[in-house]
Nanobody, 118 residues
Framework: QVQLVESGGGLVQAGGSLTLSCAAS????????MGWHRQAPGKQRELVAS???????NYADSVKGRSTISRNNAKNTVYLQMNSLKPEDTAVYYC????????????WGQGTQVTVSS
């Protein structure tokens, strides 16, 4: 069983930056594909960034060039650094883990709210 706990959300002005953290327990983040998703009110949850066990990263077009996903294996933590934030980035951000060999996201955190004011 993998537990994921997000932190780092908050209220920020447009143009500002935030770094979200996802602390994992129960499984090393380096052995899983880790992802950050977000869900805005009235919208479907979307994958914004992922990092594979091999370190490959992928980003949604909406955040590409403004966000960086990374992990610290020693701390068993995954990060999402977001820059040049826009009001449309406002959402609940969720961390997720896809176990090796799986085709879906097996574990989810509880989410952290990010609100970007204009």
């Amino acid at each position: 069983q993998v537990q994921l706990v997000e932190s780092g959300g908050g209220l920020v002005q447009a143009g500002g930056s935030l770094t979200l953290s996802c602390a994992a327990s129960g499984s090393p983040v380096r052995t899983n594909t880790m992802g950050w998703h977000r869900q805005a009110p009235g919208k479907q949850r979307e994958l914004v960034a992922s990092i594979s066990s091999g370190g490959s990263t992928n980003y949604a077009d909406s955040v590409k060039g403004r966000s960086t996903i990374s992990r610290n294996n020693a701390k068993n933590t995954v990060y999402l650094q977001m820059n040049s934030l826009k009001p449309e980035d406002t959402a609940v951000y969720y961390c997720s883990a896809m176990q090796y060999g799986s085709s879906w996201w097996n574990y989810w955190g509880q989410g952290t709210q990010v609100t970007v004011s204009s």
